[in-house]
């Protein structure tokens, strides 16, 4: 088909409009999307939750929903790799620009993407502000990354996880004040041998709850937590145990009725071995 001249006008004007109409895209606080309203983070906030992550330029860090970029920005600008995620292509956009213009778009990446559907498997810090319905749906993915994996949130706790230390802005911040930290725990619910016995544990995200079996049959209780792979656990009337988790074994020191170091091999198949990744730094 030939255009002509009033045909091709109209095409013309719009080549030269459309990029000053995307650069002019300003987003509001409140501005609704597919499954949160947008309502950015403070800035001094971002900063608080990268640091309540000990944040290093060997980390990779995921935005889920991740709005102009910030977040992802300020990981980026602190020498880690970050990816944003984000539904609304034009926030994407956005988010490129800002990143250029920071001078990190290298190690600042956003696509636009499903967060519910989105890979973040290889994360090593997950930096979030979502509703608790958001959290509470992506808690069966939290589990599957790497014990030790950090998860800082703003505000919104994770329901039924503990959080391993939180930090606030203090009085002169109205709303949205306050980092969490989450560690993901290692998996060690099953069967275990230990130099003394068997040790069988339940364990409901980071808590830790079982019995301890001696040889002659004697069973007494355990409690314990989790973080990431670390673990410190009680067999009532023997002594504390406390040492990190390494797939299907861990291993550490004891104080009380065995005291020394000690070593548990798992029996059961119920968990695959730990990726060995995504650790806090020491």
Not at 105 to 110: C, D, G, H, L, S
Not at 200 to 228: C, I, N, W, Y
Request: with cysteine.
């Amino acid at each position: 088909m030939i255009l002509t001249v009033p045909r091709l006008l109209p095409l013309l004007l719009w080549l030269f409009i459309a990029p000053a109409v995307a650069q002019s895209f300003e987003p509001y606080e409140g501005q609704p999307g597919k499954d949160v309203v947008w309502v950015p983070t403070r800035h001094a906030l971002v900063e608080r939750m990268l640091d309540l992550a000990t944040l290093t330029e060997r980390d990779f860090v995921v935005d889920l929903g991740s709005g102009d970029g910030r977040m992802v920005i300020a990981a980026a600008k602190r020498g880690a790799r970050a990816l944003g995620v984000e539904y609304e292509p034009e926030m994407v956009a956005l988010a490129r620009r800002n990143a250029a213009a920071a001078g990190v778009a290298e190690r600042a990446k956003f696509v636009q993407g499903d967060m519910f559907e989105a890979d973040f498997s290889q994360a090593t810090v997950l930096a979030l502000f979502l509703l608790p319905t958001n959290l509470r749906r992506l808690a069966p993915k939290f589990l599957e990354l790497a014990p030790g994996t950090r998860i800082v949130v703003n505000t919104y706790r994770i329901e039924g996880w503990d959080e391993e230390t939180s930090s606030d802005l203090g009085d002169a911040c109205a709303s949205w004040c306050t980092a969490l930290l989450y560690l993901v725990p290692a998996k060690v619910a099953g069967l275990w041998r230990l130099p003394t016995g068997e040790l069988e544990l339940a364990q409901d995200v980071q808590r830790l709850s079982g019995a301890f079996m001696a040889p002659g049959g004697r069973k007494t209780s355990v409690t314990g937590r989790l973080s990431g792979d670390r673990i410190r656990f009680t067999v009532a009337g023997s002594g504390e145990y406390t040492g990190r988790v390494h797939g299907g074994e861990m291993a550490g020191e004891a104080k009380g009725g065995f005291s020394g170091y000690w070593k548990a091999t798992r029996l059961d198949s119920g968990t695959e071995p730990e990726p060995d990744r995504g650790r806090s730094p020491k």
